[in-house]
T-cell receptor
Framework: GAGVSQTPSNKVTEKGKYVELRCDPI?????LYWYRQSLGQGPEFLIY????????DSGLPNDRFFAVRPEGSVSTLKIQRTERGDSAVYLC??????????????FGPGTRLLVL | GIQVEQSPPDLILQEGANSTLRCNFS?????LQWFHQNPWGQLINLFY???GTKQNGRLSATTVATERYSLLYISSSQTTDSGVYFC????????????FGTGTRLTVIP
């Protein structure tokens, strides 16, 4: 597609449930990033993939959060045993070049997660 | 991580006015981007500008890397310019992700 797409656009779940959020990066972009944005804040980094591998997962808040990118394109962010504090907008971004080379990161529209 | 400060935090303008938004950062960068987050939450790329000056229509940006700041200029503002403007940088030392400032909330009134 022309841009980064994310599904679902909104997700409401109950505390303790498992959720999966999907990201389709721009075609040909090898670098993929997940960020999380809480109300009134700037986005915060969660994880970076270069190809299929998670090159940097230092931003994941705890072991309830996990992400995969098995074929080097689509990525899924998985949250187990959701908590109310996980409520936020989850943003995906992709870039043509690895971050060490600089280059523009393009963001998707985000998934709004609400944990009741 | 690298620190990013944006000013002012809030700005209200009359339509047609000009404005300057500032971004200060604490380390050498290999990436600096300005974004506009619209009322629906979409982050729209404005500029990729780790150094130098760029212009795109009514918007322009300048980054002085040696002095660790960037400026975003908006001229002849329109109501559609309203939203939050973010500066985001990645450090040369730890370049795997963008660090975002807290943003400048711009409101343009007709």
């Amino acid at each position: 597609g022309a841009g980064v797409s994310q599904t679902p656009s909104n997700k409401v779940t109950e505390k303790g449930k498992y959720v999966e959020l999907r990201c389709d990066p721009i075609s040909g972009h090898t670098a993929l990033y997940w960020y999380r944005q809480s109300l009134g804040q700037g986005p915060e980094f969660l994880i970076y993939f270069q190809g299929t591998g998670a090159a940097d997962d230092s931003g994941l808040p705890n072991d309830r959060f996990f992400a995969v990118r098995p074929e080097g394109s689509v990525s899924t962010l998985k949250i187990q045993r959701t908590e109310r504090g996980d409520s936020a907008v989850y943003l995906c971004a992709s870039s043509l070049t690895p971050p060490v080379q600089g280059g523009t990161q393009y963001f998707g529209p985000g998934t709004r997660l609400l944990v009741l | 991580g690298i620190q990013v400060e944006q000013s002012p935090p809030d700005l209200i303008l009359q339509e047609g006015a000009n404005s300057t938004l500032r971004c200060n950062f604490s380390d050498s960068v290999n990436n600096l981007q300005w974004f506009h987050q619209n009322p629906w939450g979409q982050l729209i790329n404005l500029f990729y500008i780790p150094s130098g000056t760029k212009q795109n229509g009514r918007l322009s940006a300048t980054t002085v890397a040696t002095e660790r700041y960037s400026l975003l200029y908006i001229s002849s503002s329109q109501t559609t310019d309203s939203g939050v403007y973010f500066c985001a940088v990645s450090s040369v030392q730890g370049a795997n992700n963008l660090f975002f400032g807290t943003g400048t909330r711009l409101t343009v009134i007709p």
